[in-house]
Every structure is written in structure tokens, then in C-alpha cells.
């Protein structure tokens, strides 16, 4: 990722702190300045941990991307240091990206999805399945 916007919002998550929970609806991508982030999926044994994301990385884009809810959570492992990329920012710089890359992106989103539903059995399908619309 490029330098850091100026304008975007920088927030510290102490050790422990949750940044956001499996399911929720996803508004915000971040950037990890400095620290280090658990991503952690709901198992039947407890959390199991995807990975973790350190200064230079960023998560929770690809519920910016889909518009689904979030597939894991993330939690600061140690006292981190964030910004905030909020979603119509997201979305500005996708729109302005080469199409084949915003597809590409989007399939790379879909496909992740689908293996970790595939992965972690039907409790997570259903998790992770796209809300139906309502009218």
C-alpha cells in the first residue's frame, strides 16, 4: 500500500481488543501501521486463528469488497496502531481501478470465501452465505 492518507482516521487497539466479530457487516478496511492483528474464525473446538496481519498489511477489505459480513474476526495481539480506510474511499479507489483488476479482486474475494465455507463445514456456509435481499 502507498503512503498512508493523511486524512484517514488512526486508531490504537490495546492487546486483547477486538477491532470487529465474525458476522458483523463490514464498513471499514484497515492498514496496520505498527503492532500485530489475529485473524480468528469461529471452530467447533473454539477460535482458530487464519493468520496475522503486521505493520505494512491490512484485513477486513473483502467485506468491502462483496458487501457480505465479515468472515473472521480480528483481534490486536499486541498494542496496535491502525488507520481506518472507510468504505466509500475503498470503493473510490476500486471504481477508479483498471476493470480487470476490480474483477479480479472481487473473484480473489469470492473464491477465499468459498474454500474457508468449504473448510469449516456448514456452520460456516451459513455464516458466510450472502444475506438475501429484502424488499
Do not use: C, W
Amino acid at each position: 500500500m502507498a503512503a498512508p492518507d493523511p486524512v484517514f482516521e488512526r486508531r490504537t487497539f490495546r492487546a486483547g481488543q477486538v477491532v470487529f466479530a465474525e458476522g458483523e457487516a463490514g464498513h471499514t478496511m484497515y492498514y496496520v501501521e505498527r503492532g500485530r492483528i489475529a485473524i480468528l474464525r469461529a471452530g467447533g473446538g473454539g477460535p482458530v486463528l487464519l493468520g496475522h496481519v503486521e505493520a505494512g498489511g491490512v484485513f477486513g477489505e473483502m467485506a468491502l469488497v462483496d458487501s457480505r459480513p465479515r468472515m473472521a474476526s480480528a483481534v490486536a495481539e499486541t498494542e496496535s496502531v491502525v488507520l481506518l480506510v472507510p468504505e466509500r474511499r475503498f470503493r473510490e479507489k476500486l471504481a477508479a481501478a483498471d476493470p480487470f483488476i476490480a474483477g479480479l479482486v472481487r473473484m480473489l474475494t469470492l473464491n477465499i470465501r468459498d474454500m474457508a465455507a468449504r473448510f469449516a463445514g456448514p456452520e460456516a456456509a451459513r455464516a458466510t452465505a450472502k444475506p438475501e435481499r429484502r424488499e
